[in-house]
């Protein structure tokens, strides 16, 4: 994999300085998402099932977590999951918040599981199973399948009555943070969402767009509703079903995040922390979230995207924005206040964001070379894409088992299938037989012509040698 130059590289740390700036625009970056699904959840569920508090200290532990299993090698940070809202909601519609939390650790406990036979099985069929053909469509749909989120936030949605100062203050962050990125110089290039984000939130604030009523009401420091398994509660297997089978799913979402980030930084992350190193890191996390009575946790493309359009891949950052965030989870004031960007901000800056994904994916298309040429690659990208991104949804119900799989976990299952299961097309076996014939052909000319060269080299030094010779002759004799 080509090395990609980075302002600051994996091992490398900024001033401390830059480096706390650098690490609050990674907490702005995550921030949106990750409080949005206990938001969710809870209104799914009809009843406070998890609150931001908690899921903000669980995203940072869990990314504390996963650092120290992958030794530091991947600059990851990690959110609540979006994969698991409706099941979240269903399994404490049916056994309560004993049944919610229980399903989660469950669920990192199956990443354990599943890392462990990696280790020791190898990675090997997970290369053949999730070819560039999958991988790549699966990380534009994760961009992709984000558009509708930022578009909605803006208020651009389809049947919604348009807010003029909705409009300007996601067009005010668009651009100043797309000007940032391409003109700004030094310190400033790395930071352009942070900058987009404050010059949005000023904006708003001039334009009355601000109630700052709650973080007058909030206190300084509050204790999260920590939720601990037989101190609040019993183990109930109740909804195990309900849940569990989600994290087969997302482990797609797992790798292709990963490889989507291995591409940006020029490291192929898969291979070295390993994917069995990532996989434990994000099933402990999600354990311990499971295990506070937060939600399951996932690998963050936004944080990715920040990474990439930055150049800042510094996990010294990525930690500091992890503690940064565990300490957010006990000040009131500051997540009240958090609390109080327009979602407006955000869209503005996730048109970006999310785009960035998006083209990632193609990316690992191009660069792979896929060839599309070939209809069995046709038949795999287009059926992914229009499954991601079409919302497409299976849901099993049977008694107490309630499945939906949906978006890019069906888009990802589907890809990997006909994958496997449809032949290559014999000209693409030719095809690949010539290929191979050509590349021998010319490492024989280029193996010839350095022979031929070495060769040369070696007789121009003999004739050099015995013309040197011959003139010396004419002195031996003129000596005696």
Known sequence: MEKQKMAYDVEEMPPLKEAIILAFQHLFAMFGATILVPILVNSAAGEEVLTIPVALVASGIGTLIYILCTKGKSPVYLGSSFAFITPIAAAYTKAGISGAMTGVMAVGLIYCIIALIIKFAGKDWLEKLLPPVVIGPMIMIIGLGLAPSAISQIGLSSGTELDVNALIVAIVSFLVTAIVMTKAKGFFKIIPFLIGIISGYVVACCLGMIDFKEVGEASFFQLPKFVIPFKDYSLNFTALITIAPIALVTLCEHIGDHTSLGNIIGRDLIKDPGLDKTLLG?????????????????????????????????????????????????????????????????????????????????????KNQVNFEENKNVIVASSMLVLGLGGAAISIISGDLSLTISGMSLASIVGILLNICLPAEKKQVAKLIEEDTRIVKTDMKKLKSDIKEELTIELKDDILKAIREEMDKPKKKNKK
Request: charged share 5%; glycine share 16%; proline share 2%.
């Open 282 to 366: 994000d099933g402990i996390a999600t354990f311990v979230a499971g295990a506070i009575g937060g939600p399951a946790n996932t690998t963050y493309g936004e944080n990715t995207s920040v990474v990439g359009m930055t150049k800042v891949a510094s996990v010294k950052v990525i930690g500091l924005a992890a503690i940064i965030a565990i300490i957010v989870g006990f000040l009131g004031k500051f997540t009240a206040l958090v609390s109080t960007i327009p979602n407006a901000v955000l869209g503005g800056v996730s048109l970006l964001l999310y785009g960035f994904i998006a083209v990632n994916g193609l990316k690992v298309l191009i």
